[in-house]
């Protein structure tokens, strides 16, 4: 069982967090020599692993959406960056570059997190799609980071850029994803 949130009881089996080194565990039998005993683990391990992350990022942003610390919208996210109320840009893999640059042309001190799709991201809003998003200061934000970093290790275009850190923003600890 993926222990993404590293919380199961157990010592565990741990794995760096990237597509292809799930994927030559598996392939390899790598869990059951760890283990010392047949471990039965599916072929699609990665693609469970990775939406498992993926889903908890999306958590992360809906808890930040509801304690009133994230906005969603280009219009909306310009306006927290001018405000000083972002901490750190969530982008849609599949949004224009171009909107891109031009959030992170008004700010080049904070962190970005482009790994969601913008469904994924609407999601956590309640709305069919969004491209934009920022979040507030808060332990959210880093829970988010150190996720979306996992995340980009199993989704080929996704882009995490961490910025000087600022304060309020806590970084993550855990660099790695178990199995229990």
Do not use: Y
Not at 138 to 162: N, S, T, Y
């Amino acid at each position: 069982m993926p222990d993404v949130a590293a919380r199961l009881p157990g010592r565990g089996l741990w794995v760096t967090p990237r597509r292809d080194i799930v994927a030559r565990a598996v392939v390899k039998r790598l869990f059951s020599r760890a283990a010392r005993q047949t471990v039965v683990i599916p072929a699609d391990l990665a693609d469970r692993v990775e939406a498992l992350l993926a889903q908890r990022c999306i958590d992360a942003l809906g808890l930040a959406r509801r304690a009133g610390l994230a906005v969603g919208g280009f219009g909306k996210v310009i306006d927290a960056i001018r405000a000083g109320k972002a901490a750190l840009l969530v982008t849609a893999i599949d949004g224009a570059p171009g909107a891109r640059r031009k959030i992170q042309g008004l700010t080049n001190h904070l962190p970005l997190v482009c790994v969601l799709t913008a469904a994924e991201i609407g999601s956590a809003f309640g709305r069919e799609h969004v491209v934009n998003a920022s979040l507030g200061a808060g332990p959210l934000g880093g829970r988010l980071l150190g996720d979306a970093e996992k995340v980009a290790g199993f989704r080929a275009d996704a882009v995490v850029e961490r910025a000087p850190q600022p304060p309020g923003l806590a970084r993550a600890t855990d660099d790695g994803i178990g199995a229990r």
